[in-house]
């Protein structure tokens, strides 16, 4: 078992029995939570006024047969044994699927890639060789060339991600309701009623509201809890199957979903939209892989999630199979089948249960808006980490309390199972729908499998989830319409914040200054260079920003060293430390102007101020320390836009390098290093800065005169100069464009958060440039 940065990740050496039992427990309460509680509402949901009960059971053995099946075909089948596979550097999900289509067919929606982008170790991973076969080539091609494909692609993994988005509103309000609805049987009937709402609102405002302390101290009893309730379940459905039906097993044949079909005809279609329910909570397999290993989720589901689901479900069918005609009131549920004696235990359980999973999906769906935040797709959010230790579990404040309001909505608004269920189900599978497309894509692409396998992968598991698609989006008006109009919300948001990125972008590479105007300038660049270091935040990867022309012709006064510094995500899950900077110089070397670009994953965590401060100071000044005396300078080399560039690590990896060190580090620390020679600042600031530089190889005076430089400049301080953009639509440009644009990014980008390391910089420090951006 390796922690790395906190979170669990499948080591690449094999691991031993005893970590991936542990890793297998530990899945228990975080990836099966809300698949475990289904039965509470799956046999309530189908049986919903879609089916007349008859004195046979062709219907309840219906029923199960296709919950059978279903969970056998699509959990078992689909994702376990295929979908697991596909995983990005041991991450899972939507955006995982997508990053890997991004790498192979080089169609990724981040305008600031880059070629040394391709040499980061993730990201070479997956990508072995081209495809294999004629077919999967072309298909490659295709795609590089037409944007249209381009766009349709992203707009179905968007589509995916805010069905995942409108699953974290619907899954805490129909399993918490389920959970409360067993009241319905424990108390009076002219009482229940007006305690089930209140109650589910109750216990849904209390776990929202409990998010930002985070789930680490209470997350040990995640798994145990989940275990108690599918032990649960499990011994209440044997014991039905004992004692009221023991032949129900035949309802396992296929045969039954055939006679359940030709029986009930349109209505059992409609049904289906309950049934699939049982599935809820699948895609968290896959979501959370970059949390477990493939084989500890598999042992998890296979050995105790997958039978104790249908021990459960055969018990309820066996129960309801007895008692179909004896009760007046009939009612199917899941706590009509508990015995009465032990009602109150196990309504408990569930309760507990229920908000197991619900956590689980409130979190996946905090992680889901942070990749999307980091691959430009949704506008910048606060994400705090609660643990840190565990650097996978975070909370969002904003979506947190707009996931509440939201739940509480479709709560009081539907107030049963049935219409909540209705518009669950619809998420649910599309969100396996969209699993499925972007898989066959994977199949050819990164697989290198034939055209042949893929197109029998989509047409089997396609037409199933098709099936059920059906039979949910036709109860459009009865619940169904909740998360088409929750993902077209979402989806209008992401497409216009992204929309309004890569136009801004466009507009920067567009208006960069060019190489030869920074020349005419001479070393002092016009102006008067002040003592410190200036950051001036970019989103250009190659080039100087319109902002810093902009800013030297309306202030007189520069710092000693600048620094372009552009923070940008790459399609990839993670980025190694020893890869994470790239450093180059712009202009000649007296300029003191240096380019910085700091490269994180969509999993990666940004850190402080403080901690990142230090990585870059120390990042510039190895680079100055390798950089090779090769380059002279000269007019043709510095001409050229793109400047060389060299990966750097960050401090910690700098372990034969420069070290940087200051007068709050303990003594005995510093002077461990024997093998370093220090190089200090002849000024004696109140701040005192000194860089700690391996003996050998001998550097050259220019260099150490850099370094002196840069010591000064740091030693002084650092200024953060952050562009305020003003986007506007152009003169001429059509309505839509006015409205996205002026109206629609404007709105969002006035309301997000600003870049992430200048979060919790004092005022002082910054400095914010207007610019109006006509795009």
């Known amino acids: ?50 089916i007349q009960h008859s004195e046979t059971n062709e219907e309840i053995y219906g029923v199960l047969s296709f919950v059978f099946w279903t969970l056998t075909v699509v959990p078992l089948l689909k994702y376990v044994f295929i979908v697991l596979r ?15 289509l991004c790498r192979q067919a080089r169609v990724g929606f981040l305008p600031n890639c880059q070629v040394a982008d391709e040499d980061l170790s993730a990201y070479k991973k997956d990508i072995v060789a081209p495809p294999s076969t004629v077919a999967g080539s072309r298909l490659k091609s295709t795609i590089e060339k037409h944007k249209v494909l381009q766009r349709m692609l992203l707009v179905l993994t968007l589509i995916g991600t805010c069905m995942v988005i409108g699953d974290g509103v619907l899954t805490p309000a129909i399993s918490v309701f389920s959970a409360v609805s067993g009241l319905e049987l424990s108390m009076a009937k002219e009482h229940h009623k007006y305690v089930e709402v209140p109650v589910a609102c109750l216990i849904l405002v209390c776990l929202f509201a409990l998010q930002h302390y985070g789930t680490h101290r209470v997350g040990v009893i995640f798994a145990p809890i989940v275990i108690t309730w599918l032990l649960c379940i499990s011994v209440i459905g044997v014991y039905n199957i004992f004692h009221w039906n023991p032949k129900v097993y035949q309802a396992l044949s296929p045969y039954y979903m055939y006679k359940f079909l030709k029986k009930t005809q349109r209505r059992g279609w409609m049904s289906l939209g309950g049934i699939l329910l049982c599935i809820t909570g699948s895609e968290a397999m896959f979501a959370d892989l970059g949390h477990f290993s493939q ?6 589901f296979t050995s105790v999630v997958y039978p104790s689901l249908i021990l459960a479900y055969m018990g309820q069918a066996a129960y309801l199979s007895r008692h179909h005609i004896i009760e007046n009131d009939y009612r199917i549920g899941f706590y009509v089948s508990v015995p009465e004696r032990i009602r109150w235990p196990v309504l408990a359980i569930a309760i507990l249960a229920a908000v197991v999973g619900s956590q689980a999906v409130i979190t996946g769906t905090f992680s889901i808006i942070k990749q999307c935040t980091a691959l430009g797709c949704f506008p910048r959010v606060k994400i705090v980490h609660t643990s840190s230790k565990v650097h996978g579990q975070i909370y969002i404040p ?11 909505a479709v709560t009081i608004g539907f107030r049963d199972t049935k219409r909540l269920g209705n518009a669950s189900g619809l998420a649910v599978i599309t969100v396996m729908l969209v699993t499925t497309c972007l898989m066959s894509l994977v199949m050819v692409l990164c697989w290198h499998r034939s055209i042949f396998l893929a197109v029998c992968f989509i047409l089997f598991f396609g037409s199933v989830e098709a099936l059920y698609f059906s039979a949910s989006l036709i109860k459009f008006l009865e619940g169904a319409w909740v998360p088409i109009a929750l993902s077209f919300i979402f ?40 003592r410190g270091i200036g950051l001036i935040n970019t989103e250009l990867v190659s080039g100087i920003p319109a902002i810093f022309s902009h800013f030297v012709t309306n202030l007189p006064a520069f710092h000693q060293v600048l620094v372009f510094l552009c923070i940008k ?5 993670y980025v190694r430390p020893e890869e994470r900077f790239l450093v180059g110089r712009i202009g000649p070397k007296e300029y003191r102007l240096y380019r910085c670009i700091v490269r994180y994953g969509y999993h990666d965590i940004h850190k402080d101020d403080v901690e990142f401060e230090r990585d870059l100071v120390c990042s510039i000044a190895e680079f100055i320390r390798s950089e090779r005396s090769e380059t002279n300078g000269s007019s043709e080399d510095l001409l050229k836009d793109d400047e060389k560039m060299a990966v750097i690590g960050t401090c910690s990896t700098h372990t034969d390098g420069i070290q940087i060190s200051s007068d709050e580090e303990d003594p005995a620390q510093q002077a461990s290093s024997s093998e370093m020679r220090e190089i200090q600042s002849p000024v004696c600031p109140k701040k005192r800065v000194k860089f700690l530089v391996p003996s050998s190889p001998e550097i050259d005076i220019s260099a150490r005169e850099e370094l002196h430089e840069l010591m000064e400049a740091r030693e002084a301080g650092m200024a953060f100069i952050v562009g305020h953009s003003y986007v506007r639509a152009k003169h001429g440009s059509s309505l839509m464009k006015k409205l996205v644009i002026n109206v629609g990014y404007d709105f969002l980008r006035r309301n997000s958060r600003g870049p992430t390391y200048a979060l919790n910089i004092p005022h002082v420090s910054t400095l914010e440039v207007g610019m109006i951006y006509l795009v």
């Open 1 to 50: 078992m390796d922690l790395e940065g906190g979170v669990y990740r499948s080591p690449v050496k094999k691991e031993s029995w005893k970590s991936v039992l542990i890793l297998a427990y530990q899945s228990l309460g975080v990836v099966y939570g809300d698949l475990s509680t289904s039965p509470l509402y799956v046999y309530k949901s189908a049986f919903a006024e879609d």
């Open 491 to 530: 989806m209008i948001v992401m497409y216009i914040w992204h929309d309004g990125t890569l136009r801004k972008y466009e507009f920067d590479v567009q208006n960069k200054v060019s190489i030869n105007w920074l020349l005419s300038l001479g070393p002092s660049l016009g102006i008067v260079r002040v």
């Open 295 to 300: 084989l500890s989720i598999k042992i998890a």
């Open 569 to 573: 995500s790459v399609p990839v899950p």
């Open 398 to 408: 904003e979506i947190n309390w707009i996931l509440m309001l939201l739940c509480l």
């Open 86 to 100: 596909a995983d990005d550097n041991g991450e899972g999900g939507t955006f995982a699927l997508y990053s890997l």
